[in-house]
């Protein structure tokens, strides 16, 4: 397939492409990973923090909350650092809902939502509009009594749509008088304008909002698990007493050096697209609906979950959502072999 390569794509090396030789044996579409590895100075940095490895990462935790504070103009009372943003999304969800409910769309990421079902919060799931885009004007209305925190994904997956940034920071001025506000920026990087997009600005505000972010997507740091909050420091202390208080000290390093490298973020950013439109022109010779995407992934209609499953077949995983229509399915950004294989075998699983 023409336009993607295995290096070179955008200034950026794969980081674990197959060998020659070797087999693609799964096209793991299913998984939203950067798949162009992190930078050299977060390689290097991992190097040398696996070499002092028998010390508590005190002084990491610090450089790295100290440098996120910095950069969006709050200081360190305001960061938490997790155990990727899953653990800290997860610990809000099932603690801050439980006498009342959680407010979210039907379809969003939602890893978080299920973890606080299982042990017994529940969320209230708003009807997405005709055109797939969260319905801030649902939302707002079903800011009732109960609500005690509210979620929402920007660019939301997986859908990959950026909401309108006005309507998106009266939502959140209005609901954060009701209860927290979190705001997933997971995949905000990717999108062309992120100092735009952000809502950090609320926080510096005054708002009670919480915008989560993580180093497991642009940064490809997904495996030494780092993610960060920024809120009101009241907000901060509660969250950091909800988590475990150790982190990935490797991971810490590589995460101080990587955050707002901004030639690493446009040339990841770049990469990204490029293999986005790899998934595109599959979907367009198939004649497939999808939605553009500002994330790592595209939103894309099969048509039938028969399709899906005989793309599995054909070794091609795909993910669907809770509040997706059916036939509906993510593929992700992946290994360029990857995606050459959802090319070969979406034409035939459609056969």
Same mark, same amino acid.
Request: one cysteine or more; proline letters at 5%.
């Given at each position: 397939?023409?336009?993607?390569?295995?290096?070179?794509? $955008?200034?950026?090396?794969?980081?674990?492409?197959?060998?020659?030789?070797?087999?693609?044996?799964?096209?793991?579409?299913?998984?939203?990973?950067?798949?162009?590895?992190?930078?050299?100075?977060?390689?290097?940095?991992?190097?040398?923090?696996?070499?002092?490895?028998?010390?508590?990462?005190?002084?990491?935790? /610090?450089?790295?909350?100290?440098?996120?504070?910095?950069?969006?103009?709050?200081?360190? $009372?305001?960061?938490?650092?997790?155990?990727?943003?899953?653990?800290?999304?997860?610990?809000?969800?099932?603690?801050?809902?439980?006498?009342?409910?959680?407010?979210?769309?039907?379809? /969003?990421?939602?890893?978080?939502?299920?973890?606080?079902?299982?042990?017994?919060?529940?969320?209230?799931?708003?009807?997405?509009?005709?055109?797939?885009?969260?319905?801030?004007?649902?939302?707002?209305?079903?800011?009732?009594?109960?609500?005690?925190?509210?979620?929402?994904?920007?660019?939301?997956?997986? /859908?990959?749509?950026?909401?309108?940034?006005?309507?998106?920071?009266?939502?959140?001025?209005?609901?954060?008088?009701?209860?927290?506000?979190?705001?997933?920026?997971?995949?905000?990087?990717?999108?062309?304008?992120?100092?735009?997009?952000?809502?950090?600005?609320?926080?510096?505000?005054?708002?009670?909002?919480?915008?989560?972010?993580?180093?497991?997507?642009?940064?490809?740091?997904?495996?030494?698990?780092?993610?960060?909050?920024?809120?009101?420091?009241?907000?901060?202390?509660?969250?950091?007493?909800?988590?475990?208080?150790?982190?990935?000290?490797?991971?810490?390093?590589?995460?101080?050096?990587?955050?707002?490298?901004?030639?690493?973020?446009?040339?990841?950013?770049?990469?990204?697209?490029?293999?986005?439109?790899?998934?595109?022109?599959?979907?367009?010779?198939?004649?497939?609906?999808?939605?553009?995407?500002?994330?790592?992934?595209?939103?894309?209609?099969?048509?039938?979950?028969?399709?899906?499953?005989?793309?599995?077949?054909?070794?091609?995983?795909?993910?669907?959502?809770?509040?997706?229509?059916?036939?509906?399915?993510?593929?992700?950004?992946?290994?360029?072999? $990857?995606?050459?294989?959802?090319?070969?075998?979406?034409?035939?699983?459609?056969?």
């Amino acid at each position: 397939m023409a336009g993607i390569t295995r290096r070179g794509m $955008a200034g950026l090396a794969l980081a674990a492409a197959p060998s020659a030789a070797g087999a693609l044996e799964l096209a793991a579409l299913n998984i939203t990973e950067n798949p162009f590895g992190p930078s050299a100075q977060a390689k290097a940095a991992l190097r040398e923090a696996v070499t002092h490895v028998e010390r508590y990462p005190h002084a990491e935790e /610090t450089a790295l909350i100290a440098r996120i504070a910095a950069a969006n103009g709050v200081t360190p $009372a305001h960061v938490v650092i997790s155990t990727g943003a899953l653990e800290l999304l997860s610990m809000i969800s099932a603690f801050w809902g439980r006498d009342g409910v959680q407010l979210a769309p039907a379809l /969003t990421y939602d890893s978080h939502i299920k973890y606080a079902a299982r042990v017994g919060s529940q969320t209230r799931r708003v009807a997405m509009t005709p055109d797939q885009q969260i319905d801030l004007t649902a939302m707002g209305a079903g800011l009732a009594p109960d609500v005690r925190l509210t979620y929402v994904c920007n660019p939301n997956n997986p /859908t990959g749509l950026l909401m309108e940034r006005r309507a998106l920071r009266d939502f959140c001025i209005r609901a954060a008088k009701v209860a927290p506000v979190v705001v997933d920026e997971a995949f905000i990087d990717m999108t062309p304008d992120p100092a735009a997009e952000s809502l950090v600005d609320l926080v510096r505000e005054g708002h009670d909002v919480v915008v989560v972010g993580t180093f497991s997507k642009s940064y490809a740091l997904a495996a030494v698990r780092i993610g960060y909050a920024i809120a009101q420091p009241g907000r901060a202390r509660a969250i950091r007493g909800l988590l475990a208080p150790s982190r990935n000290g490797p991971g810490l390093a590589a995460a101080a050096v990587s955050y707002r490298d901004l030639a690493y973020l446009a040339a990841s950013s770049r990469a990204m697209e490029q293999g986005r439109q790899v998934i595109y022109r599959a979907c367009e010779a198939s004649r497939i609906p999808y939605l553009k995407s500002a994330g790592s992934y595209v939103w894309a209609n099969f048509g039938d979950v028969a399709v899906i499953k005989r793309l599995e077949g054909h070794g091609v995983l795909l993910r669907q959502f809770t509040g997706g229509s059916a036939g509906w399915a993510r593929a992700a950004v992946a290994e360029p072999r $990857a995606m050459e294989a959802f090319a070969r075998a979406l034409p035939k699983a459609l056969a």
